[in-house]
């Protein structure tokens, strides 16, 4: 009897119904979008902002330490240390290996040219790492640092005779691409001039190799920065970044076994001999905040959502139950009582919610993926356990919507109703 009931109501006044569909599809197609592009966004804004630097820097353990003053770098200790070159593959062989979207090695030094001590820096522009599995990786400048403005070519890695300048020491020495200029009884010919807007537009930057053999440090490096993508900060972070040793046995697995950046470069550590990587919190932190203020943004619109929706839907249940209060009041003179009556108009409703639903989560796939391709030119993944959470979401709003307007049931009295005096 009451399944029969359901589907004469279903049946009946389709407009009102279509309007509750529609209003539920929208509302679960918009939540849909956003929590699929909520669960993939962190590794999509990472690898956004990853594409402007490293967020990790790893130096020489006990190296020198040195000052910048006036454009002219003051040495606090006599010896320098040095990376090896011959271990830099091990970057690639840490647990989040995955996650090391590019590095770059550079040995610095000064030579004199035109008169004046000038900055040389020796790197890779775009080479391929050998790696254990033959993985193909291609480390360098090229893609640590696209946001570079380069006029040219990079030179070719491991190339003696080809070199980039840095765009203010270019217009000081008057020189342009094509040029050559002697260094230490070595021809390098400018193929690419760069500006970088910081101190690299006054440097000549050549292959590490070459650099390597001026400066007789042949196989040698001064620092490597790294470009990983990692998750927000949180708690654990923070205590271990203080110091991971007071972690507890569980909290430091579940660290270690984190893409949080003082995890990863901690594994760098393991990896690198004699190597100290240190994280760059001001840009770590501001990934961080910056992926947490837009997944908080996506929760807020999904709340107001929830309530606009049920709006509608209780205003839609509220004029539903004023045309159907004939067969309220027959169905209370038949002696069904209010919670009866209240389970029948809500089974309506979600039935219309889970159906709404189903449409809206494929519906939504279809947009997040969309608006992840017109934001950051990728495609986005779907995240399966989105559809039940959609699904979940309908149904709350046909039951919020449903509460207030099933007051008017109980103010209803079949005699009132029956002799439309009410």
């Keep these: 009897m009451r399944l029969r009931l359901v589907k004469a109501a279903l049946l009946g006044n389709k407009t009102q119904k279509f309007l509750a569909f529609l209003t539920i599809f929208l509302a679960s197609a918009l939540v849909c979008s956003m929590l699929n592009i909520t669960l993939g966004i962190g590794d999509k804004v990472a690898m956004e902002l990853r594409s402007y630097g490293s967020n990790i820097v790893v130096l020489p353990k006990g190296g020198e330490m040195s000052i910048d003053i006036g454009g002219e ?107 050559s200029i002697e260094i230490v009884g070595k021809n390098l010919q400018i193929v690419g001039i760069v500006k970088t807007n910081d101190s690299t537009d006054d440097k000549i930057i050549a292959s590490l190799k070459f650099v390597g053999e001026l400066l007789d440090k042949k196989g040698k490096i001064s620092r490597i920065e790294v470009s990983a993508l990692t998750i927000p900060e949180d708690d654990l972070s923070v205590k271990a970044r203080r110091n991971h040793d007071d972690l507890s046995a569980i909290e430091y697995d579940k660290w270690y076994c984190s893409a949080y950046v003082g995890s990863i470069a901690y594994q ?144 209803l009295f079949p005699a009132e109703v029956l002799y439309e005096r009410k």
Aim: aromatic share 10%; proline share 2%; charged share 20%.
């Design 268 to 411: 760098i550590e393991e990896e690198y001999p004699s190597s100290s990587a240190k994280v760059l919190m001001k840009i770590s932190e501001g990934e961080s905040q910056t992926v947490k203020k837009i997944q908080s943004l996506m929760g807020v619109v999904s709340i107001l959502t929830l309530f606009s929706a049920s709006i509608g839907i209780a205003s839609l249940l509220t004029s539903e139950i004023r045309r159907r209060k004939k067969e309220i009041g027959l169905l209370k003179a038949l002696g069904a009582d209010n919670l009866n009556i209240y389970l029948l108009f809500l089974a309506e409703s979600l039935i219309i919610a889970v159906i709404a639903g189903l449409a809206g989560a494929l519906g939504g796939y279809a947009l997040s993926v969309l608006m992840a391709l017109i934001i950051f030119s990728h495609t986005i993944k779907i995240s399966l356990i989105v559809l039940p959470l959609t699904v979940c979401f309908a149904v709350l709003i046909a039951f919020i919507g449903s509460l207030l307007p099933m007051r008017n049931v109980t103010h």
């Design 73 to 179: 770098e003051l040495n606090l200790l006599q010896e320098s240390a040095y990376l090896d070159e011959k271990y830099i593959g091990g970057i690639k062989n840490i647990f989040w290996r995955n996650n090391i979207v590019s590095f770059a090695p550079f040995l610095e030094g000064r030579i004199d040219y035109e008169g004046k001590s000038r900055a040389i820096l020796g790197t890779y522009f775009d080479k391929k790492i050998e790696l254990e599995d033959d993985e193909e990786f291609f480390a360098g400048i090229k893609s640590m640092y696209p946001f570079w403005t380069l006029e040219g070519n990079f030179p070719n890695d491991d190339s003696t005779d080809e070199a980039l300048i840095g765009g203010n020491l270019a217009e000081e020495l008057n020189l342009t691409i094509g040029n």
